[in-house]
């Protein structure tokens, strides 16, 4: 089993660049408002293009050379996993700005990590304490105390280590000209595509933010 240390590593740095950016990889706001003025500010619009460019994104078989040293930063995952998980955290956190919701907020940044694990984050949501019959994801995220987010942010962090893990062989192969093709590309494209489907759920509707802890 990874250390909590690790699991918390990865979360902070993805929070840190998935959705704030580093250097040329843009942070989720800026890419959020860049696709809105495209789109002459209709959100469905933007949704539907971040969505575009971000499964494009995942499923190049140039996604390794387009991070640079962004997909190899965290050192306890493959890079092939974290490349991925860079560009599916700003996606959600893209979606979720779109739709009017701040990236800032711990809340909001939490769902957004839970979007990424798709039916896992679900999962653990539940685990929690959040029943998603009965309320939405954020309005249940924002009835816990902060300690116990905090709780679900680790161990979202331990789903994440164990999932890159478990990718670690497939993504590696994507450093091997020969082996690189359609099915390590066509997974990470419907990866991306599946976390938009949650995160497109959990943020549809648009709302102020709320204030934050």
Request: some cysteine; aromatic content about 4%; glycine content about 12%.
């Amino acid at each position: 089993m990874e250390s909590s240390w690790s699991g918390d590593r990865l979360v902070g740095e993805l929070v840190r660049r998935g959705i704030g950016g580093a250097g040329p990889w843009h942070s989720a706001r800026r890419v959020a408002e860049d696709h809105l003025a495209e789109a002459d500010g209709d959100v469905e619009t933007a949704v539907r293009r971040l969505i575009g460019t971000h499964v494009r994104l995942a499923a190049s078989s140039g996604l390794l050379t387009s991070l640079g040293g962004a997909a190899t930063m965290v050192v306890t995952a493959p890079a092939g996993a974290t490349g991925l998980y860079l560009v599916c955290t700003r996606l959600a956190a893209a979606i979720a700005t779109v739709r009017g919701h701040d990236p800032a907020d711990p809340v909001v940044r939490t769902a957004v990590l839970l979007a990424v694990l798709g039916s896992d984050g679900s999962e653990l949501a539940e685990r929690t304490g959040i029943d998603l019959q009965e309320i939405s994801l954020l309005a249940g995220l924002r009835r816990l105390p902060s300690e116990v987010r905090a709780q679900l942010d680790r161990r979202i962090g331990y789903r994440l280590v164990s999932r890159a893990g478990r990718r670690g062989v497939l993504n590696l192969t994507k450093l091997i000209p020969v082996v690189a093709g359609p099915i390590g590309a066509g997974a990470d494209g419907l990866a991306a595509r599946t976390v938009a489907t949650y995160a497109d759920v959990t943020f549809w509707i648009r709302r102020p933010p709320a204030p934050y802890e």
